[in-house]
Structures are given as C-alpha cells and as structure tokens.
C-alpha cells in the first residue's frame, strides 16, 4: 500500500501517550508539513504555537476544566433540556475529576491560530490534517481536542497567557505524544452517500 494512503488509512485518535516526549526535530518535521498544506489564494494564514512543558499543559487543562465548570453552573437552569443536560452530565466527568480527560496528559500541544477571515478555517483545518498525519507517519499519536478549541476562542486571558493575539481565533488544537499502543483497525466506516454524475 502507497505511504501516504496506509498513513491516512491508520490515523487514529489516541487519548492514552507514554511519557516520552516528543523531539523537537519530530515537530518541526509536522509544523513544516503543516505549512505545505492548500489554502485559498496562497495566503498560508496559519500560526503555530508548540507548548511542550508539562507544567504548562496541566494548567492550561486546570483553566478549560474550570471555565467549563463555570459554564455548568451557568446551564443548570436549561438542564431539562435532554440535549443540554446530555452535555452537561459528560462535562461533569472531565471537569469533577484529578485527571487530564482534555490534553489525556499528552506531552506536546499544537495550537493553530489564525485572524478569523474568509476561508481560514478551511486553511488551518488542512494544515491540522497534515500534522495529524504527518504524526502517524512518525509514530506518534494525535488527538484534535475540540473542547480546547471552544475555551481559547472564549477566554482572552487563556489566549494572551500563550501569546495568542487578541484578534486571533484558534482553528485547532492538536495533542500529541508516543501511544501506549496504536488501534490495531479502525471503527468501521459509515456508508457515504456518494454520488457519480
């Protein structure tokens, strides 16, 4: 099977890492992948930010945790909605325990950030999915965790801890680290609807 395709075919989420850290040789290698990602008109509008202190990392997890909390008690009130009180009972688990259940205790992060323009989400999500596989292609696991996602782009303090300008959004937050194992075979793939014209 051709590399690019049984590196795309085995890319899996992985939320469980060793605590091996991640060279920084290995994410320069994705970082320049990233960059060689299409975007519209050639304006390669995405910026980096590598964090690969743990120190760092478990805060950043301690401030998503309480900003989610807060965002709890807030929700409380419209709780008897069924699809909000889904999305509350799941927070409470990540955010009423000790353990890292947003970066999973993964020893690098890959924030993606970019002004927020016409097609730069597009952009930055074609250069998240060349880190993401470019990670596979190097044995180390990836996750893209949402959740982070929402919190940046919320909290401004967050950002500008990290050096993130104001007028950024963040397009994707990627974690990455060496698996305790990779997924032996994928879920099963859903059938697409596919149209031939």
Known sequence: MNKTIFSLK????????????????????????????PSSHNRQPWNFTIITKKKIIDGLSNDIKSWYDSLMTLSLPLSFIKEVKKSVNEMKKRVKTEKDLFFYNAPAIIIIHAPNKQFYLQDCSCAAQNIMVAARSLDIGS??????????????????????????????TIALGYPLKFPENALPRKESKINWI
């Open 143 to 172: 996750c893209w965790i949402g959740f982070a996602d929402i919190v940046f782009n919320k909290g401004i303090k967050m950002k500008k801890k990290l050096g993130i300008p104001a007028s950024h959004k963040v397009m994707a």
């Open 10 to 37: 085995n890319r899996r989420s992985i939320r469980k890492y060793t605590k091996k850290s991640v060279s920084k040789e290995s994410i320069n290698q994705m970082i320049k992948t990233a960059q060689y990602a």
